[in-house]
């Protein structure tokens, strides 16, 4: 597994380029900005890019979506149905400018080569909220930052809802690589001890 990131975008979103080494099958997660510097990191790499996939619906995350799928039309382009009908809306753009969305949904797994994306659904940044789970990797969108989480005082944000999410991921057993949204990456066990809204939504103090 290899992964790419480049922050794209005036909001500097975290786009991952998710390679699988052998097949070199990829998946471009979160475009929000700059499909030409995303399609020509793919060239790069040689890349079958099979999958484009979103961690929600707000237009910093989706922006590049329509010039990559004029470019690879093969790929196949997910969201969560929560997200998905936002047509007309400045925040949710992508419903009124991609016709053949995908809907992913908990426990949902695509296959990418070898590897194996598990989505999990976390709302409370936006109803449609889901992290993305390749093997000991997360990819949090907007639900868990380093030492932070999403905001939800936007249309479908919901505190009580991200701190269900939160509490969640915070449960899960082992190691994980955080890889957010926004911002630097982080390790699921520093999360656990010191963001402060994981902490509250595990109950801690």
Known sequence: MEIKILP???LGTNCYILLDEETKQAAVIDPGDEAGRILAQLRQDGA????ILLTHGHYDHTTAVPELHQA???ADIYIHQGD???AGSRLFPL?????DLKLYDEG????LGSLTIRVLHTPGHSRGSVVLQVADVLFTGDTLFADSCGRTDLPGGDFGQI???LARLGRLEGEYHVLPGHGELSQLSRERSYNSYMIQA????
């Open 84 to 86: 998905a009908h936002g």
């Open 48 to 51: 079958d890019t099979r999958y």
């Open 95 to 99: 419903a009124g400018q991609v016709e």
């Open 8 to 10: 794209v975008g005036g």
């Open 163 to 165: 701190c269900h999410s």
């Open 108 to 111: 949902d797994e695509l296959a």
């Open 202 to 205: 595990l109950g801690r103090k």
């Open 72 to 74: 690879l039309p093969e």
